[in-house]
């Protein structure tokens, strides 16, 4: 994409990050210039508040009229970044300025200093950063700024710039999201009334592990609906294809993410268990069925789910105690070596599929090792229940549960949502 503006991007960072780092990110800002200019044959001008403001001018105008003429956005992240309230704004006007434009790849961040919350926090500034590809920089800020790791690193940084500005890649156009056609708002998902009541949640069993317990009673005030399948592929990739979502799989750079939804690493039909989704990509289809439907869809707590997994039974799992009869209701290491079409096992007492293996499943819950306590405020791990094709019988009991990081993504993990107000 071209521009025939004065500056092609805009430097959003701390100057104390800079100043910590004698000049760093401003000698990074001249090499990507340099770098994008050479591969291109045509200059990339970046904005840089040190040079970019004269004295006396309106420093606040003169940085919002700057955001809304560039293509880019060249945003140094670091824990500073996130406390200052100059770079959210930066972020949060260039946001605005890229949805105008109708694309969804003109942020590119450089992760320069450790952000610890980056993968789990929920404030708006990172959410909008964690959404992107991500310039990894945070073992090159000790190197020679002029030393060949960090110039192979901008290299590839530039070489990235080149292919956006070649591909003209654009996002999904807003109104078909603000506005669904007739056949769009035909429900994607068959839902299954969930009645409210009350169920003794975890376990005291000698099998059960710390984290199960103790034994409870539980009150869900309100019914609800539940999918009465995980999401499939062919779910997920109708969201996909509407909206061009890309995974965090998708997205990694670091050559971990050789597998994803579209390629797990075994076969998979359309009504298989979608799986390499993170916790945030689930919430991110949540939130597209909501506004598709206009609806409130969202994942189950872990309180939801255990009772609508139990169905008012009170045994190891919904179909009793006896682990031979797990054959004929889930799907699990002793008859499976990878997911299966879901609803082909018989449902449990509330009509619902796959509750006891396939796939784990996300719930919306900060995990907590101890279940009476209130929801952790560190919000770095989130639970997951039912259990999966690859586990044995006693980790697909209703009560137990496992943490894992939200962003992390695997072959056994998938989703099912609830509908609020349909009780």
């Given at each position: 994409?071209?521009?025939?503006t004065?500056?092609?991007a805009?430097?959003s960072y701390s100057?104390?990050?800079?100043t910590?780092?004698?000049?760093l990110?401003?000698h990074l800002?001249?090499l990507i210039?340099?770098?994008?200019?050479?591969?291109?044959?045509?200059?990339?001008?970046?904005?840089?508040?040190?040079?970019g403001?004269?004295w006396?001018?309106?420093?606040e105008?003169k940085?919002?009229?700057?955001i809304y003429e560039?293509t880019?956005?060249?945003?140094?992240i670091s824990?500073t970044?996130f406390?200052s309230?100059?770079?959210?704004?930066?972020?949060?006007?260039?946001?605005e300025r890229e949805k105008?434009?109708g694309?969804?790849?003109l942020?590119?961040p450089?992760h320069?200093?450790?952000v610890?919350?980056?993968?789990?926090?929920?404030?708006?500034a990172?959410?909008l950063?964690?959404?992107?590809?991500?310039?990894?920089?945070?073992?090159?800020r000790?190197?020679?700024?002029?030393?060949?790791?960090?110039?192979?690193?901008?290299?590839l940084?530039?070489s990235?710039?080149?292919d956006?500005m070649?591909?003209g890649?654009r996002?999904?156009?807003?109104?078909?999201?603000?506005?669904p056609?007739s056949?769009?708002?035909?429900?994607?998902l068959?839902?299954?009334?969930i009645?409210?009541?009350?169920?003794v949640?975890?376990s005291?069993?000698?099998?059960a592990r710390?984290?199960e317990t103790?034994?409870?009673?539980v009150?869900?005030?309100?019914?609800?609906?539940m999918s009465r399948?995980?999401v499939?592929?062919?779910?997920?990739?109708?969201?996909c294809e509407?909206?061009q979502?890309k995974?965090?799989?998708?997205r990694?750079?670091?050559g971990?993410?050789?597998?994803?939804?579209?390629?797990?690493?075994f076969?998979q039909?359309d009504?298989?268990?979608?799986?390499?989704?993170?916790?945030f990509?689930?919430?991110e289809f949540c939130?597209?069925?909501s506004?598709?439907?206009?609806?409130?869809y969202?994942?189950s707590?872990?309180?939801e789910w255990?009772?609508?997994c139990?169905?008012r039974?009170?045994s190891?799992?919904?179909?009793?105690?006896?682990?031979d009869?797990?054959?004929?209701y889930?799907?699990y290491?002793?008859n499976?070596e990878g997911?299966?079409?879901?609803?082909?096992?018989?449902p449990?007492?509330?009509?619902l599929f796959?509750?006891?293996?396939n796939?784990?499943?996300w719930c919306s819950?900060?995990?907590a090792s101890d279940?009476?306590?209130?929801p952790p405020?560190?919000?770095?791990?989130?639970?997951?229940?039912?259990?999966?094709w690859?586990?044995?019988?006693?980790?697909l009991r209703s009560?137990?549960?496992?943490?894992?990081?939200?962003?992390?993504a695997?072959?056994n993990?998938?989703?099912?949502?609830?509908?609020e107000?349909?009780?």
């Amino acid at each position: 994409m071209a521009t025939n503006t004065r500056y092609a991007a805009f430097l959003s960072y701390s100057r104390t990050d800079d100043t910590h780092h004698k000049g760093l990110i401003t000698h990074l800002a001249t090499l990507i210039s340099s770098e994008v200019e050479v591969q291109t044959g045509n200059k990339f001008p970046i904005f840089q508040d040190r040079e970019g403001l004269k004295w006396g001018d309106n420093w606040e105008k003169k940085i919002k009229d700057v955001i809304y003429e560039v293509t880019y956005l060249i945003a140094v992240i670091s824990p500073t970044f996130f406390t200052s309230s100059y770079c959210k704004e930066e972020l949060a006007h260039f946001s605005e300025r890229e949805k105008s434009l109708g694309r969804d790849d003109l942020i590119l961040p450089i992760h320069l200093i450790a952000v610890r919350d980056l993968d789990y926090s929920e404030d708006e500034a990172v959410r909008l950063i964690r959404g992107r590809q991500i310039s990894d920089f945070r073992d090159l800020r000790h190197e020679d700024p002029e030393g060949q790791k960090i110039r192979k690193a901008v290299a590839l940084l530039a070489s990235e710039i080149v292919d956006s500005m070649e591909s003209g890649h654009r996002s999904h156009p807003e109104p078909s999201r603000r506005q669904p056609s007739s056949s769009q708002r035909k429900s994607l998902l068959i839902m299954t009334r969930i009645p409210r009541g009350d169920f003794v949640m975890g376990s005291d069993d000698s099998e059960a592990r710390q984290r199960e317990t103790p034994a409870r009673q539980v009150t869900i005030p309100a019914a609800f609906a539940m999918s009465r399948c995980p999401v499939t592929v062919a779910q997920f990739r109708a969201f996909c294809e509407e909206t061009q979502y890309k995974t965090q799989w998708e997205r990694r750079k670091d050559g971990a993410a050789a597998n994803t939804w579209r390629n797990p690493g075994f076969l998979q039909s359309d009504e298989c268990p979608v799986v390499y989704v993170s916790w945030f990509d689930a919430n991110e289809f949540c939130r597209w069925l909501s506004d598709r439907e206009k609806k409130i869809y969202r994942l189950s707590t872990e309180a939801e789910w255990e009772y609508a997994c139990r169905a008012r039974t009170g045994s190891k799992w919904f179909c009793g105690d006896d682990v031979d009869d797990l054959e004929n209701y889930a799907w699990y290491r002793q008859n499976s070596e990878g997911t299966m079409p879901v609803g082909q096992k018989s449902p449990n007492p509330f009509d619902l599929f796959d509750m006891h293996g396939n796939v784990w499943e996300w719930c919306s819950d900060c995990y907590a090792s101890d279940q009476l306590m209130p929801p952790p405020r560190s919000r770095r791990y989130r639970a997951a229940r039912g259990g999966s094709w690859v586990d044995a019988a006693r980790h697909l009991r209703s009560s137990f549960r496992i943490r894992i990081k939200p962003f992390q993504a695997c072959n056994n993990l998938g989703f099912r949502v609830v509908l609020e107000g349909e009780g």
